[in-house]
């Protein structure tokens, strides 16, 4: 196939009016699978901060197949674009969460308490203290892994602003 024929056919589906709504369920799908790579085949283990930013994604796979099933059910206008005006906003919430998390990354900001730097402090006893000393903890202003000098929650914040578009992109299809 030709570069012509793969960019005719690539315009094509993006023009298709369930491409924002698919896009947006297949960018979740791809993004938790990478998280969950980066954590069982990497070995790269998750701080707090990592595990509540896979939080809006469940939720924008579920509203992007909600929209799909709106739109397979013929559902009324308002419905679907109700489902990406809630799109947008988890997307959004994912936005805050990955920007927030880089800036504690990049050293722009502190982070919570309970996983960051030199504030996080387990006294010396016996039982399940010694337990709890003994196990690794992941601080969230660490960078785990990073390419070009983007860490992971800084990767996950452009993905959440595509989100947003898509969404936004969605609703605007909507109205037309």
Same mark, same amino acid.
């Given at each position: ?15 298709? &009016?369930? %491409? +924002? ?14 998280? #969950?790579? %980066? ?6 283990? &998750? /701080? &707090? ?16 197949? *909600?929209?799909? *099933?709106?739109?397979?059910?013929? $559902? &009324? ?6 489902? #990406? ?13 990955? !920007?927030?998390? $880089? ?7 502190? *982070? +919570?308490?309970? /996983? ?6 387990? +006294?010396?006893?016996? !039982? ?11 601080? /969230?202003?660490?960078? $785990? ?7 992971? $929650?800084? %990767?996950?914040?452009? %993905? ?7 969404? !936004?992109? !969605? ?6």
């Amino acid at each position: 196939m030709n570069v012509a024929a793969l960019t005719f056919r690539v315009q094509r589906s993006a023009a298709h &009016p369930l %491409f +924002p709504a698919a896009a947006i369920a297949g960018l979740g799908i791809a993004l938790l699978a990478g998280a #969950y790579a %980066f954590e069982y085949l990497g070995g790269i283990r &998750p /701080c &707090p901060l990592c595990l509540e930013q896979r939080l809006p994604w469940f939720v924008l796979i579920v509203i992007g197949g *909600g929209i799909l *099933g709106a739109r397979a059910a013929k $559902a &009324p206008d308002w419905v679907v674009l109700g489902l #990406y005006g809630l799109a947008a906003i988890v997307a959004l919430w994912g936005t805050y969460l990955a !920007g927030f998390h $880089a800036g504690v990354e990049y050293k722009w900001w502190p *982070g +919570p308490q309970d /996983c960051s730097g030199d504030a996080i402090h387990l +006294p010396s006893g016996g !039982g399940l203290l010694d337990d709890i000393s003994s196990s690794e903890i992941v601080f /969230c202003d660490v960078v $785990a892994w990073s390419f070009l000098g983007v860490s992971l $929650a800084g %990767f996950n914040f452009v %993905f959440s602003l595509l989100a947003v578009a898509l969404a !936004g992109w !969605g609703a605007w299809k909507e109205t037309r």
